[in-house]
Antibody
């Protein structure tokens, strides 16, 4: 499958970061994958943000759980990320990916900067 | 939570040489849930190995993975110029579902 992230590149501190991942080349509603968000802080390693399954079950990184909502829209073949109360520490490249035996397919990533 | 520690942090080798990268887990994990990724500059990561030793589709056979329990490794024989990149290991947790990455090993040209 192919994945493509979209959303604002700049978010103000304390506001909500919202991203959408559009999936093509396969149906998001088949149950074949966990749909996932992963981020990479500038110059740093990879951090798993969370999973969503096609029925809407969600699993979050405990470090982000209190600020995070991941949702899915099977009619649009999309899933989304909302991270509230952002700070500069949330500035990162955000990737969406499909997970089966590993993170098999990835979007190209979208850089989100948190700044006033 | 399981912590994955990769070593070395950076390794310098020449094309044609062999690279062995290590990933150690803070507690025993199933080899079925250990994967390796390559990330070239400016690109998204790419799945190389899943289930500790299975190459993902399209991955050259110079890449191989091994290990069990807490110690896993990725070996690249006969390094090609395009292999110089950052490599991450990753483990999957089944209950509840979750994932953790190692901090990465940078493979640089000597």
């Amino acid at each position: 499958v192919q994945l493509q992230e979209s959303g604002p590149a700049l978010v103000k501190p304390s506001q909500t970061l919202s991203l959408t991942c559009s999936v093509s080349g396969g149906s998001i509603g088949t149950g074949a994958y966990y749909w996932s968000w992963i981020r990479q802080l500038p110059g740093k390693g990879l951090e798993w943000i969370g999973f969503i399954y096609y029925v809407g079950s969600t699993y979050y990184n405990p470090s982000l759980q209190s600020r995070l909502i991941i949702s899915i829209d099977t009619s649009k073949n999309q899933f989304s990320l909302r991270l509230n109360s952002v700070t500069a520490a949330d500035t990162a490249m955000y990737y969406c990916a499909s997970y089966d035996k590993g993170f098999e397919d990835w979007g190209q990533g979208t850089l989100v900067t948190v700044s006033s | 939570e399981i912590v994955l520690t990769q070593s070395p942090g950076t390794v310098s080798l020449s094309p044609g040489e062999r690279a062995t990268l290590s990933c150690r887990a803070s507690q025993s994990i199933s080899s079925s849930y250990l994967a390796w990724y390559q990330q070239r500059p400016g690109q998204a990561p790419r799945l190389l190995i899943y289930g500790s030793s299975n190459r993902a589709p399209g991955i050259p056979d110079r890449f191989s993975g091994s290990g069990s329990g807490t110690d896993f490794s990725l070996t690249i024989t006969r390094l090609e110029p395009e292999d110089f990149a950052v490599y991450y290991c990753q483990q999957y947790r089944t209950s509840p579902p979750g994932a953790t990455f190692g901090q990465g090993t940078k493979l640089e040209i000597k």
